[in-house]
């Protein structure tokens, strides 16, 4: 087991380009999360999967931001038109999912960085 | 909606002395775990010590132990015999009831001087 796996590791592109995260959570895992954490900053809740269904998303998930998890193994993160303010490390993270005293696994995060 | 508050941005702290990284939390809920988290420089999250809430006793993993205290909604971490390598950002994170998302806070960054 290699743990979480985010590509890429770092990215940076130009004001009003879409990217796209991708995300492979430990095998097994059932629950997939995405966080957002910027400098100075805890990590910020985004969505979060249990297989492939979508539980929940956060506020702070606009329009411009589309999350998948498709067949219920790895995900991805899309953020159409991204602005400077998506600046940010996206994390993802994986559990069991069964248990709510269960560790949360997390991986090394994408950094993004808009210009 | 529930709240982290670490009140301490920056720590330090001498090699193999004990340091004391705070954490309150907001919540109406009477069973959750918290958790804390330690982030080294460019490396990935790892969880270091977490706690039931219904739990009286105080978790303790080797060197790291807490001092939940329920009633304060207080949930202290405590490194004992402190080493180069503890130097990290450490956050406290809280999860609701029904495995809700982690809640973290800001963090603390903790610095180890030789």
């Known amino acids: 087991d290699t743990g979480v796996s985010q590509d890429p590791r770092h990215k940076i592109t130009k004001r009003g380009q879409n990217v796209t995260f991708r995300c492979d959570p430990i095998?097994?895992?059932?629950?997939l999360y995405w966080y957002r954490q910027t400098l100075g900053q805890g990590p910020e809740f985004l969505t979060y999967?249990?297989?492939?269904?979508?539980?929940?998303k956060s506020r702070l998930l606009s329009d411009r931001f589309s999350a998948e998890r498709p067949k219920g193994s790895f995900s991805t993160l899309e953020i159409q038109r991204t602005e400077q303010g998506d600046s940010a490390m996206y994390l993802c993270?994986?559990?069991?999912?069964?248990?709510?005293?269960?560790?949360?696994?997390f991986g090394q995060g994408t950094r993004l960085t808009v210009v | 909606a529930q709240t982290v508050t670490q009140s301490q941005p920056e720590m330090s702290v001498q090699e193999a002395e004990t340091v004391t990284l705070s954490c309150t939390y907001d919540?109406?809920?009477?069973?959750?775990?918290l958790f804390w988290y330690k982030q080294p420089p460019s490396r990935q999250m790892i969880l270091v010590i977490r706690?039931?809430?219904?739990?009286?006793q105080n978790a303790t993993e080797n060197r790291f132990s807490v001092n939940f205290q329920k009633a304060a909604k207080s949930f202290s971490l405590k490194i004992s015999d402190s080493q180069l390598g503890d130097a990290a950002m450490y956050f406290c994170?809280?999860?609701?009831?029904?495995?809700?998302?982690?809640?973290f806070g800001k963090g603390t960054r903790l610095s180890v001087i030789a």
């Open positions: 999967f249990q297989n492939e269904a979508q539980l929940e």
């Open positions: 706690q039931e809430a219904y739990k009286q």
């Open positions: 095998s097994e895992h059932n629950r």
């Open positions: 994170a809280y999860r609701g009831e029904g495995n809700t998302p982690l809640v």
């Open positions: 993270a994986s559990s069991p999912g069964q248990g709510w005293n269960t560790e949360a696994f």
């Open positions: 919540t109406s809920e009477s069973d959750y775990y």
